[in-house]
């Protein structure tokens, strides 16, 4: 599988932006997935998760209620919808599969990542 993120960009504090990460593959559906980001000299953080259905979604604190994980597994495609952005969302963003049909907020758990799209967020 192999995963491109789209999207990113430089925006102000309170805008909005959707990434999107286009999937390689005719299993797509049958993948978890995720979306990760990493801030300069920080911890790679849990940003989103989805399992194979869009049923299940999970989110930390951060963004719980102002970001969106969705996909559509005719085109392929996860989407990162983020609103209300706030500096501190400042980080690559990495869209991840799991070969699994469950959903996991552990970045160990997914086999497959993309190269990544930088989100700058000014104040």
């Known amino acids: 599988v192999q995963l491109v993120e789209s999207g990113g960009g430089l925006v102000q504090a309170g805008d909005s932006l959707r990434l999107s990460c286009a999937a390689s593959g005719r299993t797509f559906s049958r993948y978890a997935m995720g979306w990760f980001r990493q801030a300069p000299g920080k911890e790679r953080e849990f940003v989103a998760a989805i399992n194979w259905s869009g049923g299940m979604t999970y989110y930390p604190d951060s963004v719980q209620g102002r970001f969106t994980i969705s996909r559509d597994n005719a085109k392929n495609t996860v989407y990162l919808q983020m609103n209300s952005l706030k500096p501190e969302d400042t980080a690559t963003y990495y869209c991840?599969?799991?070969?699994?049909?469950?959903?996991?907020?552990?970045?160990?758990?997914?086999?497959?990542w993309g190269q990544g799209t930088q989100v700058t967020v000014s104040s």
């Open positions: 991840a599969a799991r070969a699994s049909t469950v959903v996991s907020v552990v970045g160990g758990t997914y086999n497959y």
